[in-house]
């Protein structure tokens, strides 16, 4: 179940130049490169002849061609060229999608591209962070389908269990209110913690000794994006929404994470953890750029675990559509999926009216 009619990541800007970057991604082969003015080009990985991914071919100017038999498209997906031939046949045309560069990265439209709007790409406003932020970012392959990835991001709770090294200590998961909010097809999860214990890294970072209150702001967007403001300040002072949402306090970070499906159960997961560096100490910064890819590590051993679970017992209890077997910490994730399936119906019915 993939929303097609929806912008996705599908490289950062960096890995996509003057080589052919061959990519599945929504159970399809792209290709993508950039043309000799530097515009990144999308196009179905396959060349309509015999088959072969056109990324085993070479790029001559801003065409490729095959690397089996020669053949010569251009960007638009139209055949040029066919070797002895003074006419290329018309059945040769590869599918091309719609791409726009944003925020470093490379995003494209799997769906028709007659609805592709670019006003439709998720702002990320503090994504092209400046030098003020010191930045962990990376680019993950996940062998666990990308609402595995999406739960994760939307329970919080799980910081406890899974880094209780660094973000993480027991408050986070006893004493935390819990609130779910949804506007349009967003969704927000607050879990805001007053007069608790620091967790390991509030207190190397910002020194706190006595308690803290600390909140996690943890947003949704369709089809597949997570912002999380994270913040903190002494016990007592609290914070406002407004704060909550964009402001880090005394001490926090903020994560922007994109997950692209490859396949029904493996993922893409590009992502940033940033600290501004008022609030990550210099002798600090390559121990905060360490610790947030070794959190990512964690959740990734979990997602893929679950998935691995899943995998020996499809007919496993989905807990989706049954309150009986949630938890109070699930309201989240679980309007993230509602959302999705709806947005996935509509899409369907949309497809099948088309059809008619
Ligand atoms: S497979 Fe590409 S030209 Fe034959
Ligand atoms: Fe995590």
Known sequence: MFLKNAWYVAAW?????RDLLGRILLNEYVVLYRKEDGTPVALENRCPHRNLPLSEGRLIGDEIECGYHGMVYDC???CTHLPGSAEPPD???VRTFPVVERHGWVFYWPGDPALADEA????YPKHNLDEDWIRAQGQTYVKAGYRLVLDNLLDLSHLTYVHGSTTGNRAVAEAANLSVDQEGDNVRVTRWMEDIEPALAFREYAGYTNN???????????????????GSVDAGIGADTDTRNNDQGKWGFVVYHAMTPETDTTTHQFWTVAGHKDKVPDHMRDLFVEQMHGVLKEDLDIYEAQQRAIDMDPAAPNRDANPRGTIPADEGLLAMRRTLRRLYGDEQKAEGVAAE
């Open 120 to 123: 439709t790409i998720p702002d």
């Open 212 to 230: 803290i209150d600390r909140w996690q702001m943890s947003q949704f967007l369709p089809p597949a994006y997570i912002n999380i403001n994270n």
């Open 76 to 78: 638009a997906g139209a």
């Open 91 to 93: 059945w040769a045309t």
């Open 13 to 17: 800007s960096k890995d996509v130049g």
